[in-house]
């Protein structure tokens, strides 16, 4: 068994209201009860039974949300596991706890009780690879513009540009879209941006600053937020900075900006740190450095004054300081308070989302979940439950609702490829996505069947040729997205898991507040199954009868479902 009093394991929800989490051995208790009362006022103790909220193949996760109107608690757990029940407090595992063993709260502090800002809690994010998107303005394409239906190479070029996300708008806001995010736009001699020479200047291949002004203008008149991409984990080559340490050696300025190892910058291969592994196009910052920090904050709260962007997402994010990223917010929050910071980080990512450094992250661990369960059906529906069970508990709730959770990316290949091109396994997986709690992300294209392997390939020109679209998947799309928006337990809901059968490959969960609940089951096989409503392990009261918000057909003691079926049922 293991708690601590902070992080994960407790934390407010309300001014009032401390949300404390218990893990055990799975299997091993039959309840827990956490008895808790004020630290300092002579009161009699409250208890309330805990609920098995997650579960993953080693642990259940018990959680309870406790409330004193002085907001200061001490708290133990009496726990049960059938035969003996013993208290488990901070000092300890007693019969029968002495005086100050509890855990201890000291104080829900106002500053404490945070959230990612509310638009961005479920909303339906749409990625953008902006030279692969559209060319809408043909006058400030590079030179050797490729065919754009041609597969992409490392080197190539197609023209992409703000203009063309700009005329695209339109399709994006009938889609249902209510989040861009833009990977780098500033001025590189790239493709992808990353490898960034000026970060001032839109990059002239993609438009100019009142391009950008247009695009994000144009945005907002559609209710559309728009996050742009941040590089400050390393810069281009070209970068002013390095370019005068490859001409002034140590005498420059800016020697500290970056980590060489000689007294002259080599590139073959390069003995200055970079990104990755030995990139040499790319160079480390040190962020550590007051200079460099000051010039990337500089940037990040430019480009919010500017053009009113809506924040930011950040690149290799878990390889920059954490200091860096506390003095990045409260920059951002100062510029605009309900900005959006999203961290790339592929793994576990608890310590980045605590209130002081980001809002939310990109969820690869959901991506990799999805992928092996969908796609490439290598895992099935239990274990699939206890890869989401651990992100879910991974983290706050309130940071669970921003989540940006994907299924592919342009580091990725495309979900359609990875799945063989069976459609009906992407249309599970964008429902799913589209269903759970978080902020689902759309890699341009995919909604029109759009394949791809690893970069470059994944990086291909947008289809926008209504004859080459799957349009019945777009509908399908389009149709989940309204279904979202339109039910606001889709977005903001509690989420449970609800019922994981391996052997018919069935998984549920329920979407719930305090006074209705929504169900939502896969049927991820190639075979018909059915599922008993008594077999759902219903948040609230169990219903009667349900009906399908999708076709409409109503059921009471059980569902049917086809093939690579889902069901959103009321």
């Known amino acids: 068994m293991y708690h601590q009093a902070h992080g994960r394991f407790a934390y407010p929800v309300a001014p009032d209201t401390l949300r404390v989490v218990l893990r055990a051995g799975k299997g091993d208790l039959r309840q827990v009860t956490v008895v808790f009362e004020d630290r300092y006022q002579a009161a009699e103790r409250q208890a309330q039974v805990m609920e098995r909220a997650a579960a993953d193949e080693l642990f259940d996760h018990f959680q309870a949300d406790i409330t004193l109107a002085t907001s200061r608690f001490v708290y133990a757990f009496l726990v049960d596991d059938g035969v003996q029940r013993t208290f488990m407090t901070e000092k300890g595992f007693f019969d029968d706890p002495p005086k100050d063993s509890g855990f201890q709260y000291p104080y829900i502090a106002p500053q404490d009780l945070w959230e990612p800002p509310r638009w961005a809690q479920g909303a339906v994010v749409y990625q953008i690879f902006p030279e692969r998107f559209a060319n809408g303005d043909t006058s400030n394409d590079p030179k050797q513009v490729e065919d754009w239906d041609a597969l992409p190479t490392r080197e190539s070029m197609k023209g992409g540009d703000l203009q063309g996300i700009i005329d695209g708008l339109d399709y994006l806001e009938k889609l249902g879209v209510e989040v861009l995010y833009l990977t780098p736009i500033f001025e590189s001699p790239s493709n992808h941006k990353y490898n960034i020479t000026d970060y001032y200047r839109i990059d002239p291949h993609f438009g100019d600053l009142e391009t950008c002004r247009e695009l994000v203008q144009k945005c907002h008149q559609r209710d559309i937020r728009i996050l742009f991409d941040a590089v400050f984990n390393h810069c281009g080559y070209e970068f002013f900075a390095f370019q ?17 190892d000689g007294d002259t910058v080599k590139t073959d291969p390069p003995n200055y740190e970079t990104f990755a ?43 920059v300081d ?59 529906a239990e274990t699939f439950a206890h890869r989401l069970a651990k992100v879910q508990m991974n983290h706050q709730q309130v940071v669970n609702r921003a989540m940006y959770n994907l299924f592919g990316s342009h580091d990725t290949p495309r979900f359609l490829t990875l799945a063989g091109e069976r459609r009906e396994k992407l249309k599970l997986a964008a429902g799913f996505a589209l269903t759970y709690e978080g902020a689902p992300m759309i890699y341009y294209g995919d909604e029109v069947g759009m394949v791809g392997d690893n970069d470059p390939d994944c990086r291909r020109g947008m289809i926008w040729d209504n004859k080459r679209q799957d349009r019945q998947l777009l509908q399908w799309y389009m149709d989940l997205i309204a279904l979202r928006r339109s039910q606001p337990l889709l977005k903001t809901g509690h989420c449970r898991i609800a019922a994981a059968d391996s052997i018919r490959n069935l998984i549920a969960f329920v979407r719930y507040d305090d006074s209705q609940q929504l169900l939502v089951v896969f049927n991820n096989s190639d075979q018909e199954q059915s599922l008993d409503l008594g077999e759902i392990s219903w948040p609230l009261q169990p219903p009667k009868a349900v009906r399908d918000l999708l076709t409409g057909r109503k059921a ?15």
């Not at 005068?244 to 060489?260: A, C």
């Not at 951002?332 to 793994?347: N, Q, T, Y």
Request: one cysteine or more.
């Open 244 to 260: 005068d340490v490859i001409k002034n050696g140590r005498k420059s300025p800016y020697w500290d900006w970056f980590r060489i």
């Open 277 to 319: 592994d030995g990139i040499w196009t790319m160079p480390k910052l040190m962020t550590q450095n007051p200079e460099v920090r000051e010039y990337c904050l500089n940037v990040a709260e430019y480009w919010i004054q500017e053009c009113d962007i809506d924040g930011w997402r950040l690149d290799v994010a878990n390889e």
């Open 322 to 380: 954490h200091d860096f990223w506390r003095a990045f917010r409260k920059r951002v929050k100062a510029a605009k308070p309900d900005a959006l910071i999203v961290g790339e980080v592929w793994h576990e990512a608890s310590a980045w989302v605590q209130g002081d450094q980001f809002d939310s992250v990109m969820n690869y661990p959901f991506a990799d979940a999805c992928t092996a369960f969908f796609a490439e059906q290598s895992i099935l």
């Open 556 to 570: 009471s003691e059980s569902v049917s479902l086809q093939p690579n079926q889902m069901m959103v049922l009321q």
